[in-house]
């Protein structure tokens, strides 16, 4: 019985991480703090229409932050042999992951909706539609990078580790995805570079959606990754190594 | 409700690959509460792990609660609780929340899920912490929480791994009164320790390990009967007199010390033997051997000395 209530159990492992921030709820709240210093103090920056180009820019980036770190939580419960009980439990390993994935990009999308009511404080623009879209896009961005941000927590096991791991992959794919400028004032060679990162797509789409524009290659990398990630995350929890 | 065979786990490491546990044969009854002991190293967590899932072997067979662990290790789990080393109480979650959700991780409904929560609250006594962070918890509650949540589908097979670890000497003496207590409902106990006076307390049956390799099986009893005799200590001025009559006798000033077979009942012969030929005891001592005298005589070393060590 591979699939023995699949849904049932993830469901139960997203209870039971998302009843802790439940009862916390200000965690939430300084979640998104960053944003909204980035929102006030750096989208001004960009002059008359900025919003439109800033803000889905800023919110592929909280996907990255957001769901990147997530693995930091898993640490702890490693530590404290809680993964090992849940592992003997005949609870599915899917589950295990896509459970915790699932607390995390129902806060990311809750802080993505909040950021962007916040944007529109600033003039930011968008419709019921457009944002339903923006943040499935960041959903699913999230779910590709929460799944893989586990899984590496789960090789790597030590926090100083992980936290090297975590900066010497997310800073390149940020500075290369033209969330904070665009990728085209950059020297060509920067430019292609940029075009070789996934990231730099999905912000295109994310963007297309609030302004004209293709979201073509952006929707190929958001599959390509969510696929890769989640693969890649369900194939290291199935294996024994907890 | 345990039948090993040949199991083995090989790990591969940098400087070549390490035998944990070469090949070991486990066969543990229904009912029966059996301790795994051996120093840290010796294998003990290792095969604890292969028997509970966790970890797969690379050699052997075995059949776990009417499963086969290669075969069936979903309907292993679903027939075995577990208690890690480590605890298992997440620390950002409360003592009732982590109770609830493990039950119903072993399949339990709503409401059966919180009826059998009460239940081992009750039984374990832990009532009125269930609104306490599992951090808040001292040692002693926290391991008699690890263990419930072992418990809360019933499992007719409990693994402990070192469950008295870190305790104090209060906490631990309530522990063995609940794992006892767990026998006694008919739960068969499968615990690893490297605490002698733990396995000897609790264990109705022992095995010995060292080195991957399983030296020694019986009841602590046994055991200590296979250390020829006890160790019988006199005190008195004519230590050499003494000393001719039995057999490496050791003498340490005007101590005399030899082991007999038996030697509670063998005792007041002695002494009167002793008397009878004119020799003055100002002391007598009886030590039953110990099972740090069986690990020594089965291992050579001290079991005391390899956990230090480690």
Redesign the interface.
């Known amino acids: ?1 591979p699939h ?2 699949l849904l049932r ?1 993830t469901w ?1 492992v997203f ?2 991480v998302m ?2 921030v439940l009862r916390n709820p200000v965690a939430v709240v300084f979640g998104i703090a960053q944003p909204l210093l980035y929102l006030g103090l750096f989208g001004p920056l960009l002059g008359e229409g900025g919003w439109q180009w800033f803000v889905p820019g800023l919110l592929v980036q909280m996907a990255l932050f957001g769901t990147a770190y997530a693995g930091f939580s898993l640490l ?2 490693v ?4 993964m ?8 599915s390993r899917v589950a295990l992951l896509v459970g915790r994935v699932g607390k995390d990009v129902v806060l990311l999308v809750v802080q993505s909706l909040l950021i962007m009511l916040a944007a529109m404080l600033f003039g930011f623009r968008a419709s019921a539609g457009q944002m339903l879209l923006g943040l499935g896009l960041v959903a699913v961005l999230g779910i590709a990078i929460g799944s893989v941000s586990y899984a590496i927590a789960l090789k790597v096991k030590l926090e100083y580790v992980f936290a090297s791991v975590l900066s010497a992959s997310i800073v390149p794919l940020m500075l290369l995805s033209g969330v904070l400028l665009p990728m085209s004032n950059g020297p060509e060679w920067l430019y292609w570079l940029s075009r070789i990162n996934p990231l730099a797509h999905v912000v295109d789409a994310e963007r297309s959606i609030f302004n004209p524009g293709t979201m073509t290659y952006g929707l190929v990398s958001v599959a390509v990754l969510v696929l890769v990630g989640v693969c890649y995350g369900v194939r290291t929890f199935n294996k ?1 190594s ?1 | 409700m345990i039948e090993a065979r040949g199991l083995a786990r090989r790990f591969t490491t940098k400087t070549g690959p390490v035998d944990a546990v070469r090949g070991v044969d486990i066969d543990v009854a229904e009912g029966e509460l059996v301790g795994f002991l051996g120093p840290n190293g010796a294998g003990k967590s290792t095969t604890l792990r292969m028997l509970t899932t966790l970890l797969q072997p690379t050699a052997g067979t075995a059949t776990i609660a009417g499963h086969d662990l290669l075969k069936d290790p979903a309907g292993v789990r679903r027939n075995i609780g577990y208690v890690g080393q480590k605890g298992g109480g997440g620390l950002d979650q409360r003592v009732g929340d982590e109770l609830e959700f493990q039950a119903r991780f072993y399949g339990l409904a709503k409401h059966d899920a919180r009826r059998k929560v009460a239940d081992l609250l009750d039984r374990f006594d832990l009532t009125g912490l269930e609104k306490r962070g599992v951090v808040t918890l001292s040692g002693g509650q926290q391991r008699r929480l690890d263990i419930a949540m072992g418990m809360l589908h019933d499992p007719r097979l409990l693994f402990l791994d070192e469950p008295s670890t870190a305790l104090d000497p209060q906490s631990r003496r309530n522990l063995w009164d609940h794992i006892r207590q767990l026998k006694a409902d008919g739960t068969t106990v499968f615990l690893t320790t490297h605490y002698l006076d733990e396995a000897d307390f609790l264990s109705d049956r022992l095995l010995v390990i060292d080195h991957g390799a399983i030296v020694g099986e019986g009841s602590p009893d046994d055991l200590k009967h296979r250390v020829s005799g006890d160790l019988v200590e006199l005190g008195t001025a004519q230590a050499a007199v003494v000393a001719s009559k039995f057999e490496d006798a050791v003498v340490d000033g005007e101590k005399v010390s030899f082991r007999i077979p038996n030697g509670d009942r063998a005792l007041p012969g002695l002494l009167r033997d002793l008397d009878n030929i004119g020799v003055e005891l100002h002391s007598v001592q009886v030590h039953r051997p110990t099972l740090d005298d069986v690990f020594l005589t089965m291992t050579g070393r001290s079991l005391r000395e390899g956990s230090n060590a480690a």
């Open positions: 019985m023995r209530n159990d139960l209870c039971r009843l802790p702890p419960e530590r404290t042999g809680v090992e009980r849940l592992r003997v439990t005949p609870v024994e907890a």
